[in-house]
């Protein structure tokens, strides 16, 4: 991916999860915490600064930071922001990764919000069994910008492997206030059985949206929704009818919808569903359908370039029929109610006319592509 097209999928599709959400423990990683700016305020270390910022180096070497991705992943690119860091900011700096066993992570108590304080010498002889210094180089070394120029470095990444842990360096020393890792969350599904019943549409098991009509939110994120901006919400259709009529089942009449459409994180098939309103007590979808197919990798690549206008449309199978919905309420269907036991790879979602979604569950078990369908 260009630099542009990080910077695009990050403000505009949400395509990449940031892999780092699950441990922002530290200023450096706080996902969608504001940067905050105090002047004047002073700490016993130094000027109160929202990020990490090192002391000034006086020995050899360069600052590091070794992070562990909240989810195991492929990596497609970096953000490195440097706000408020004026004359403090880092120079340069350059990424690796590794992709480590459970045996090879060495048991280090967490930092939390500890300043002032380099690693101990415990500390050191702990990661120096990692061999960090020896991961794969994803960045170089590159110049940063400081906080009054252009604040948002993005770095784009070619590799495909799956990575585990990152190790930050900033030469030889300053600050970055906030570095965040874009990328796809990649299980090691080898460690589950088919008959391990999964979330296959999870984000949190990699779970990807690679489409939609109107897009605010992300429905297939972890727990249920905190509040209507944890979900999927989109505008007031403006095509929708002068006058809503009702059919014979209850469901509104309308031409007018909104999709979005899902790769699974693993083929598999579907035995129960949820839809989830939590919150949405005022714009919740009057009804709703699912659909699924079986997609390669490179039929996906071009339903995403044409934006899924395709001339030749997909060949979509009923999988969930139109569902009446109800406003901030968990909606669940079995077995009875799903319409394909086949192996699936996409599902589409479909809500009338428009409104929000907060969570959509798919649960189901993992299996194997025939080879027809590979």
């Known amino acids: 991916l260009s630099t542009n097209k990080i910077r695009e999928r990050k403000h505009q599709t949400k395509f990449y999860v940031q892999l780092l959400s699950q441990v922002c423990k530290i200023a450096l990683l706080k996902g969608r915490t504001e940067l905050e700016c105090k002047p004047g305020l002073l700490t016993e270390y130094g000027k109160w600064i929202d990020g990490w910022e090192t002391r000034r180096k006086r020995i050899p070497g360069h600052d ?61 002889k702990a990661v120096k069994q990692m061999k960090s210094d020896e991961w794969a180089l994803l960045v170089s070394m590159t110049e940063i910008k400081p906080g009054y120029l252009d ?140 659909e699924a197919c079986v997609m390669n990798t490179q039929e996906e690549k071009d339903c995403v370039k044409q934006k899924w206008n395709l001339k030749q449309g997909l060949k979509w199978n009923l999988l969930l029929s139109v569902a009446k919905l109800n406003p901030h309420k968990r909606h669940f269907f079995n077995a009875t109610a799903i319409q394909m036991q086949a192996v699936i790879t996409h599902v589409k979602l479909t809500i009338v006319p428009d409104g929000g979604v907060s969570r959509l569950r798919l649960w189901g078990f993992p299996r194997a592509l025939s080879k027809m369908n590979k």
């Open 151 to 290: 604040v948002h470095s993005y770095f784009s990444v070619t590799s495909k492997q799956r990575w585990t842990h990152i190790r930050l360096n900033i030469y030889p020393d300053g600050g970055i206030a906030r570095f965040k890792v874009y990328g796809t969350v990649q299980r090691d599904w080898s460690t589950f059985g088919t008959n391990d019943l999964k979330d296959l549409v999870a984000m949190v098991n990699g779970g990807v949206c690679v489409g939609f009509s109107d897009w605010i939110g992300w429905p297939i994120g972890p727990g249920r929704a905190t509040s209507i901006e944890d979900g999927w919400e989109t505008g007031r259709k403006l095509n929708r009818p002068s006058v809503l009529k009702a059919d014979g089942k209850g469901a509104l009449f309308m031409s007018c919808s909104e999709w979005a459409i899902f790769r699974l994180a693993h083929p598999g098939i579907i035995t129960h569903i949820e839809i989830d309103t939590n919150h949405f007590k005022g714009s919740f979808p009057d009804n709703c359908k699912l």
């Open 64 to 124: 590091w930071c070794i992070i562990q991705l909240g989810l195991p992943g492929v990596v497609h690119g970096f953000e490195a922001d440097t706000s408020f860091f004026v004359g403090n900011c880092a120079p340069r700096i350059s990424i690796q990764a590794a992709c480590l066993k459970q045996d090879e992570i060495p048991e280090l108590s967490s930092r939390g919000n500890r300043l002032g304080t380099a690693a101990t010498e415990e500390e050191f």
